[in-house]
Each structure stands twice: as C-alpha cells, then as structure tokens.
C-alpha cells in the first residue's frame, strides 16, 4: 500500500503505569491530515494464545467437552472513528488492517469448518467482552476545520503489560490513502511490579506470604468479633 497523504498523530502519553489499585486511563490521540476523509484509529493489545473451553451438561454437572488452542489474539481491543464503520463503505479495507472486532484475525482449528470456528472465535470475543478488554461500541473522533482531529483513547483496569499498537487510518471513498502507527508501553510499577516480579521470579515465596497474610486477615477478623461480642 503506497499513501501519498499524509497523517500526523501524537498521544498525550506513550506510557501507562499499572500500580494497585489502577481504574484505567484515558489518553488523548490527536493529529492533522492533509486531505479531507474519515479517520479510523484502533487500539490492539499484546497477542497471545488463548485456551477455550466448551462445557456440556451431563447429568446436571457441567463438564469440559472439548477444547482449542487459538493464537495470535489481541489481549485488547479499542476502536474510534470519525463515522461508524459501517457507513464508510470501506468493507475490504476494514477487513485487510483488522479494523472492527469482527475483522480480528486469530490462528488456530484451522481443522474445524468454518461455521463452527466462528463459534470458537465468537467465544472468546464475548469473553473479552465481558471481562472489560474488548470494547463492542466504537468510540468518537472529532474533525475540525476538516483538518484537525482528536479522540479519547479508553483503557480499562483490564489491562495486561507489553506494547499496544495504535493504528491510525484516513478512509477516503473506500480506500486507505495515509496511514500512521503509534506505541503504548504498558508495564506494571510500584508495589503491583514488586508483587508481580516475586510471583514470577519466585512463587515459593510468594505462596509463603499469601498464607500467612491470609492466616493473619483470618485472625484479626476473629478478633473483631470475639471482641464485638464480648
């Protein structure tokens, strides 16, 4: 794809700490292009594998019935457009830069029919869904002076670390004509980094400390209430 436009973009900030007690953030992306046309941005986190499990009830007992491996999935996924998706007649484009979540590109059961390695992946999409890592509704990107454009970037408290990729696109009658990418670097810091690192580096530890405090959490409750009762 060669773009003789020009897009321009910049963050607020390129980074995002997650500390305890993180609620999210909200970036602001804004920039300026040359030419007239829609502006899509989308957000996508670090990919990696992800297991499903499809459950089957026997007996009253939900059980695992069978399960796959997919990967290469974004752990995150964030879209804002100047006009809905669906009115920029820009189908094809969409569909090759993964734009909307139902373009979103996974690996894995090739071996399965389509139809029903559509249902694996609606799974874990709805699953992203719900835990707050996908967003289904798109967010706004405003215009101005058919030049100028910002957006509000929202990240949830869902947020793993690593590097998120912002890519921004201007449509222009169904075509991409510029195109421009951007980083995040999300990474943990304070006291939920310190946590982090004895959790991977060495969970003997970090096991021995989880007991204990819950061992002293139990105590100090049934403490109170003996007390309260007294």
Request: glycine share 8%; net charge positive.
């Amino acid at each position: 794809l060669q773009c003789k436009e020009i897009i321009i973009a910049d963050i607020s900030d390129n980074k995002i700490d997650i500390d305890v007690g993180f609620k999210g953030a909200k970036l602001l992306f804004f920039g300026v292009i040359d030419d007239e046309g829609d502006i899509v941005v989308s957000v996508t986190g670090p990919r990696k594998a992800v297991k499903v499990r499809k459950k089957e009830k026997k007996f009253g007992v939900w059980l695992n019935k069978d399960s796959k491996v997919f990967y290469d999935v974004p752990t995150y996924y964030y879209v804002a457009t100047s006009k809905p998706l669906e009115d920029l007649n820009a189908n094809q484009a969409l569909l090759i830069n993964q734009v909307g979540i139902e373009n979103i590109r996974f690996e894995g059961a090739e071996e399965k029919i389509k139809e029903e390695r559509d249902l694996w992946k609606s799974g874990i999409i709805d699953s992203m869904i719900n835990s707050g890592r996908y967003f289904a509704e798109e967010g706004n990107i405003k215009i101005s002076y058919k030049r100028l454009f910002k957006t509000e970037l929202n990240f949830s408290a869902e947020l793993i670390d690593g590097e998120y990729l912002v890519s921004s696109l201007l449509i222009k009658n169904g075509n991409v004509v510029a195109a421009r990418r951007s980083y995040i670097n999300v990474s943990k810091s304070g006291y939920g980094e310190k946590i982090y690192k004895m959790a991977m580096n060495n969970s003997f530890s970090y096991g021995l400390i989880s007991v204990f405090i819950s061992m002293l959490f139990g105590f100090a409750v049934h403490e109170t209430i003996r007390r309260a009762n007294a």
